[in-house]
C-alpha cells in the first residue's frame, strides 16, 4: 500500500485577528514535481484542496513543465462575476505527489487550469488526483496522508 504524507500549514491574517481572537488559518498541503523536458523540475507546495474540482497551475510552474492545451477557459473564486476572472487554458500535465520520506505516486496526467499569471496558489483538485486516493486528515493529531 502506498502512503505519502501531507501537512498543516498554519499562518495569521492579520485582519481577522483584528476581529476574533487566536484565529488561525488552516491549510492541508502537499507536494508535487512536475515533468519536464530536463527530468523533473524542482518540488512545489501545493494546497489540497477537496472543494477544487479541477488542479490548478501558476504559469510559472506550468510554462517549464510539459504540458498540452485544449481550449481557453475562465476561472472564477467564489464570484461569478466576469470582472472576478482569471484567465487560463484547459491542460494536462504529469506530475508525481511526493513526501520527505521518499514516498511518491506514479505519474499522473492531470487536467488542469494552466494560468495565465502567478496571482494563483498551486491547488490539487478532485479530478485525475483525489479522486484516485484515499484522503486521510486528522488535524487533531497532526496526521494527513494520501493512501493508494
Known amino acids: 500500500m502506498l502512503r505519502i504524507n501531507l501537512f498543516f500549514e498554519k499562518f495569521s491574517d492579520k485582519e481577522i485577528l483584528q476581529k476574533v481572537k ?7 498541503k502537499g507536494m508535487l514535481q512536475f515533468k519536464s523536458k530536463n527530468g523533473w523540475t524542482k518540488p512545489y507546495q501545493a494546497i489540497i484542496d477537496t472543494g477544487a474540482h479541477t488542479s490548478v497551475i501558476p504559469i510559472s510552474i506550468w510554462e517549464n513543465a510539459n504540458h498540452e492545451k485544449f481550449g481557453e477557459y475562465k476561472m472564477f473564486g467564489l464570484s461569478k462575476n466576469s470582472v472576478c476572472s482569471i ?9 508525481i505527489i511526493i513526501d520527505e520520506e521518499g514516498n511518491q505516486s506514479e505519474e499522473l496526467k492531470i487536467t488542469s487550469l494552466l494560468a495565465n499569471t502567478d496571482k494563483v496558489p498551486l491547488i490539487l483538485g478532485f479530478k485525475d488526483v483525489l ?10 493529531k497532526n496526521t494527513a496522508f494520501l493512501e493508494k
Not at 487566536?22 to 492541508?28: A, G, M, Y
Not at 484567465?87 to 506530475?95: M, Q, R, S
Open 87 to 95: 484567465p487560463a487554458e484547459i491542460g494536462k500535465v504529469t506530475c
Open 22 to 28: 487566536d484565529h488561525e488559518v488552516i491549510r492541508l
Open 131 to 140: 479522486q484516485k486516493f484515499k484522503l486521510v486528515s486528522d488535524y487533531e
